[in-house]
């Protein structure tokens, strides 16, 4: 029975602060004192949303000295909502580091708010995660490595220890755990109360039943706002409504889109329990989809369905309407697990069923960063219910962008330029949100599809290649081949939509499907769709493009007409904002070729250094092209059959540009490279030509033995030949020097690049960490777990770095890691790292807790091949060993 429940022998670390005494006082609520009674005519920063978000927001601003020129915009009260329909559970562990930092910081903002005597209600009771499959053990085994890198205490946990640690527990069916003692729970509301009354405290001024009626922009930056209570004039505006994000970001002129939906979110109180110890841990069942808590001598549990209930939010104008009536039917699947998983909660008296609304993204992550639509307009929302965990740092990211224009966190995966206008589209929105907060608790298999908002972005030559066998993955909206099975002639057409799934920690199902690709694209001739690319067309009358290029980006873009150049676009501290090639069309036209999840976000750093005066037009030309690419030893035997123009070395060498007559079509931009390292060209094909070349490249490729391939092998190909790829291994706190790219970096350009100083100051100082290519050598890939990235690396026994992106290297017939190693002392403060203090180290890398010995490898490998080429031998996409001018035509500028 529940009220037999006793304190159990778990240890904390922890102590309990004050807690409110009776679960009534839910519906009690506190008046903020020293609130504006009118609006001040202009302000620095407006805040909207006197939410958790929005009061953390307030408070950062208010500790850098903004307090007084920042105004908080409410529409009802500071803290308003119901306190019956939030959870408070805080969690340190996230799917990556740059969220665990930023959780970290949150915890670390109510600890230090507690010790100033303000009320959070945090208590660090510990959370018990428990599986029940083997995979969900596996999650709790890397997770357990990772730890190490992540600063996280836990620990791996059996059955019986289980049940010690959460004594009502049925054990039956679980396989162990992991114990973190370092979680706990707060109260959202009391948090947000005192994180405002500091902010008030230091100047922030606060407007109570005030609603934001428009956001105006002058010269494409923030100029004021409109409110029911007049206008104010403001530089900056930061959207922190949470529930009512989308529709504010609606009120801006131009709008910005801020893809959220709500969906029906439930949460189950019971009443008081005897003896119910106030420092019970938290209970998370993945597998069952449920968590419990301990709040105020009652239990709170809730879950996350794996198909949710969305809902319209134009229906919803207050906090008090967020409560809707309960649908038992609906939370009937996550009340079986939990009597399940607490057979005794069948004794406790039902206090409520809260349903109340929770928004989420489309990837069921944060929103946060300034919108694309409108510089100085910043959003920090869609915090998926766990709002507690992620505000204050979340927070603090967006405060640093506002004063000091960059955040110490890399924020490019929760960054709002990660989407499209298809992902704010609601009936887009409606169909993910229904998937979306199942993520939250499904379990992390590599390379994770979704199911609904699919079939969306298409190629011309979509359809054929589904029918040819395509199994597709989804990358900004567009469909993408991953792999291609095996089709029989005669098969039905069209053939069923497939999504690729890889429902394994071990060796994929598609291994041999994608070997066979890879050996294509080595071999013999290999085709894959390109277009999900992002393709930018920049051009000027003079040379304004040339001046704006050579600004931006590290290498040297004034090369001659016809040219390929591969350039990063770096950052003032150095890191990467954009990995690209660019090919010199004409005098004063490039096309940029930037991986497909930049597609909106290197857009916006383009426009943000844009000349005024309009000299420059960028053009985003990703859906006039279909980019097919041929990679294979006989790929210009293929092409020159379809063109009458001189493919030969000297007359089209490696890493060039040229417009093709192909087939019976023109004006196909074809470029002599193919990302991956083999032999081959990326056509570049106006789309109403698409279906016409890859007829007639599939027809005449058949005597060369070509073969359709997908992504994953691609993604084999590059990663065996140690090839860097932005939003994997590149992002924007990683700098050239730091993975081999500092030959293609121009310190001695007549305009000095964004970055270069950072950049100096590095190559003089040394660099404190270095990209590296780690070969598993006493690893058996048909029964040992896979890498899949974020794995830790050790040095001589000790924590040194992480991997990034992992495959399977065909050609090495072994597991191949790409990751950053790191030269730590012994208080974990990173040194300077030396070639010879990589090369001398003995390597091992963590898989799920075993150790596996591994060859570090500093330079891009050259594979055996039956067909050695010298132009694709001397190319090297981490540190070059020679000059490649030696032997390759002036026109090569990698």
Known sequence: ??????????????????????????????????????????????????????????????????????????????????????????????????????????????????????????????????????????????????????????????????????????????????????????????????????????????????????????????????????????????????????????????????????????????????????MTPVLRDPDGYIYLRERDGCILAGGFEPIAKPVYEEEIETSSQRCLSEDWDHFHVLLQELLKRVPSMNQAILHKLCNGLEAFSPDCKWIVGEAPEMFNYHVAAGMKTVGISAAGGVAEATVDEIVEGYTKYDMYELDISRFLGLHNNKRFLRDRVKEAPGIHYGLSYPFYEFETGRNLRLSPIYPTLRDKGAVFGQVMGYERPTWFEPVEKEAEKPRPFKIAHTKTFGKPHWFETVQREYWACREAIGLADYSSFTKIDLQSQGT??????????????????????????????????????????????????????????????????????????????????????????????????????????????????????????????????THTGELGYVLYIP???????????????????????????????????????????????????????????????????????????????????QYVQLLLTDHEHELDLWSWGGEPIYRDGNYCGQTTTTSYGFTFKKQVCLGFVQNLDKDGVPQKVTNDYVLSGHYEIDIAGIRYAAKVNLHSPHLPTKYPDKERDVYQATRRLHDPQQFLGRHYQP
């Open 544 to 673: 304004e493009v040339v001046d704006l290029l050579q600004y931006l980006c590290s290498n040297n873009v004034d090369v001659p007409v016809g040219s390929i150049i591969h350039t990063g676009m770096q950052n003032e501290r150095g890191g990467y904002e954009n990995d690209c090639s660019l090919a010199r069309i004409s005098e004063n036209h490039y096309m940029m070729i930037a991986p497909t999840i930049q597609q909106t976000r290197c857009k916006v750093w383009i426009r943000r250094h844009l000349p005024t005066n309009g000299s420059v037009t960028l053009s985003d030309v990703t859906s006039l092209y279909t980019a097919i690419c041929i990679l294979g030893p006989f790929t210009r035997n293929l092409l020159s059959e379809l063109t009458d123009t001189d493919l030969s070395p000297s007359n089209f060498p490696f890493f060039t540009f040229k417009e093709l007559d192909v087939g019976l079509a023109n004006g196909v931009r074809a470029m002599n490279l």
């Open 687 to 769: 789309n109403e030509f698409a279906l016409h070349v890859y007829n007639r490249l599939t027809k005449e490729g058949e005597k060369y033995g070509i073969t359709h391939v997908g992504y994953y092998a691609a993604r084999s190909l590059r990663v065996e030949k140690f090839f860097a790829f932005w939003g994997q291994d590149l992002d924007t706190m990683t700098t050239p020097l730091e993975c081999g790219r500092t030959w293609r970096v121009k310190f001695d350009k007549d305009i000095p690049f964004i970055g270069r100083d950072a950049l100096l100051s590095q190559r003089e100082r040394g660099i404190h960490r």
């Open 1 to 278: 029975m529940l009220n037999s429940f006793k304190r159990s022998a778990y240890q904390c670390t922890g102590s309990l602060v004050r807690s409110i005494s009776n679960i009534n006082n839910l519906d009690q609520k506190e008046e903020l004192s020293n609130c504006l009674n009118a609006l001040p005519s202009k302000a620095k920063v407006v805040i909207c949303g006197g939410g958790v978000m929005g009061a953390a927001v307030a408070y950062h601003l208010s500790k850098r000295n903004w307090g007084g020129e920042t105004v908080v915009i409410e529409k009802e009260s500071v803290g308003a909502g119901s306190r019956w329909h939030s959870s408070g559970l805080v969690g340190a562990f996230k799917p990556t580091l740059a969220q665990v930092k930023i959780a970290q910081s949150s915890i670390q903002l109510l600890k230090e708010l507690e010790s100033r005597g303000r009320e959070t209600g945090w208590k660090q009771c510990g959370s018990l995660l428990i599986a029940r499959t083997r995979d969900r053990m596996t999650v709790y085994r890397r997770m357990k490595s990772q730890s190490v890198s992540w600063g996280i205490p836990c620990e791996l946990v059996n059955p019986a220890r289980c049940q010690e640690i959460w004594p009502l527990l049925n054990v039956d069916d679980i396989l162990g755990g992991l114990w973190i003692p370092g979680d706990g729970v707060g109260d959202p509301y009391l948090f947000c109360m005192s994180l405002m009354k500091e902010a008030v405290a230091n100047g922030v001024g606060v407007m109570e039943n005030c609603s934001i009626t428009a956001v105006h922009s002058k010269n494409g930056k923030v100029s004021g706002v409109e409110t029911t209570q007049g206008p104010i004039e403001c530089e900056y505006f930061v959207n922190c409504a949470g529930f009512w994000a989308r529709q504010v970001g609606q009120l801006a002129k131009p709008q910005v889109k801020v893809p959220l939906l709500p969906c029906e979110h439930y949460y189950l109180h019971t009443k008081k329990i005897e003896n119910l110890d106030s």
